[in-house]
């Protein structure tokens, strides 16, 4: 009699087995990495060092948290000093703006910061758990531990470029911080030339309103024909045309600014601070470019590891036991082979030349502001001069109207010029202040690298 058929199992219905020794092999393995990486920590103790709350994300997104050790980069950002004057307009309203930063740069050197960290930790093996459905509906697990032994300088090329791209990152957000001061302050500097223009507009257009009023009443008395009142009539409109610019520029940066500021309104401060002499400091493009050489050249070495052979060693955890061995492997071979190795070998030349190129550029953008701010201080102390007898010449031409020597039309030409040249000249004291904003934002200088 043939015996009843005993149903097979399936993978749903079958006991899921697992070695003890498998379990056992798994649990001590991890302990024992755990253990020599400093205990089981969430990424942001990991990220940041011991003692730092891990439910503090913005820790990680400073340039220099305390506790860790910076790079010499970052310790040239953290120790560049704030050179707007404490407490002055301008001081205040680069504190507005930076309060209202949204901080996308530092979450990305936060970022930068946990790639490293994870990056940090490739020198020690790597462990790899699997399961496998068997023919009979079992699982088969297996543990499988891989440690290199010779990869060419790879993994020490990738903990480089880790560090490199948190220097990129810390002058990302250098660079970005301070071009954001800088355009409010830019801002706040166009508002404050509109003003001070419109003051100018303001008091040449009374007087030629009062010119034209004047030659209206000599036309209703028979005394003036029309020719007079169309070349004072066309001076005031030129005057008003100019005053009402000065005031829609003038709203229109100060509505700017308070998008920058939060909200922050800046029309009642006044006045501009003069700065004082630029620290010592390289340009950020430059620190820029020398982080970017870091990293690329960090790349150039994983490039050259790729294509050499390497060693690891081995071991696979089963049921049965362990089974050690050795992996030859992260070769790849092919006709480009030759050529790779050789590219590899030239990108420390290329970043040596880029590197020499942006401090040329930078020596040669920073001598050009300088130049340029030295013309308009010579440009200013002339105009001054300039402007004083001008309105010497005014007076004379109101007196002489006054001993009937100078034509109303004289007299409204040379107002209109005066009120001309004394808004160039106001212009030329905020032109100045622009280009020192300018030398300031290069540096890093508009933001104190504490605040980083």
């Excluded at 490039?303 to 052979?309: G, N």
């Excluded at 001993?403 to 032109?431: C, F, I, K, N």
Aim: proline share 6%.
């Amino acid at each position: 009699m043939i015996p009843p058929r005993r149903p097979f199992p399936s993978a749903r219905a079958a006991p899921l087995p697992f070695p003890r020794a498998v379990s056992g092999a798994l649990l001590a393995a991890a302990v024992l990495l755990s253990g020599c990486q400093g205990g089981l920590q969430p990424p942001s103790m990991l990220a940041i060092g011991r003692g730092q709350a891990p439910s503090d994300p913005a820790a990680i997104q400073r340039l220099a948290p305390e506790g860790g050790t910076a790079s010499p980069l970052i310790a040239d950002l953290a120790a560049r000093p704030f050179i707007l004057p404490q407490g002055g307009t301008m001081a205040r309203l680069a504190d507005a703006i930076l309060a209202a930063d949204p901080g996308a740069d530092a979450a990305e050197l936060g970022l930068a910061r946990l790639r490293a960290d994870a990056v940090a930790r490739n020198a020690w093996p790597s462990l790899t758990p699997t399961l496998t459905l068997d023919s009979l509906a079992g699982l088969a697990a297996n543990l499988v531990i891989d440690q290199p032994l010779l990869d060419n300088g790879r993994r020490k090329a990738e903990r480089a470029r880790a560090r490199a791209e948190i220097d990129l990152a810390a002058v990302t957000l250098a660079a970005g911080r301070n071009a954001r001061i800088h355009e409010g302050l830019s801002l706040y500097l166009t508002a404050e030339q509109a003003r001070a223009q419109e003051a100018i507009s303001t008091r040449a257009t009374a007087r030629l309103s009062e010119f034209h009023s004047i030659v209206t009443q000599r036309i209703a008395g028979g005394l003036s024909d029309r020719t007079e009142e169309q070349i004072i009539a066309q001076s005031l409109a030129e005057m008003q045309a100019t005053l009402a610019s000065d005031r829609q520029t003038r709203t229109q940066a100060l509505a700017d600014l308070a998008q920058l500021t939060g909200g922050q309104g800046a029309a009642d401060l006044t006045g501009i601070d003069r700065l004082p002499p630029l620290p010592a400091a390289e340009a950020l493009s430059l620190l820029r470019a020398r982080a970017i050489a870091a990293r690329d050249l960090a790349e150039a070495d994983i490039t050259r590891a790729d294509a050499l052979p390497g060693l690891s060693a081995n071991a696979r955890v089963t049921e049965d036991g362990v089974t050690p061995g050795l992996g030859l492997g992260g070769v790849r071979l092919g006709l480009g082979s030759p050529a790779i190795l050789r590219s590899a070998e030239a990108i420390p030349d290329l970043v040596r030349r880029q590197t020499a190129e942006a401090e040329e550029q930078a020596a040669r953008r920073r001598t050009e502001l300088q130049g340029r701010l030295e013309q308009l201080r010579t440009r200013q102390e002339q105009g001054q001069t300039v402007l004083a007898r001008t309105l010497e010449n005014l007076d004379l031409y109101a007196e002489q109207y006054r001993l009937g020597r100078r034509s109303l039309t004289d007299l409204t030409m040379q107002t209109a010029a005066a009120a001309r040249l004394e808004r160039d000249q106001v212009a030329l004291a905020y032109d100045a202040a622009r280009i020192e904003l300018e030398l300031a934002r290069d540096v890093g200088a508009l933001v104190a690298g504490g605040r980083l």
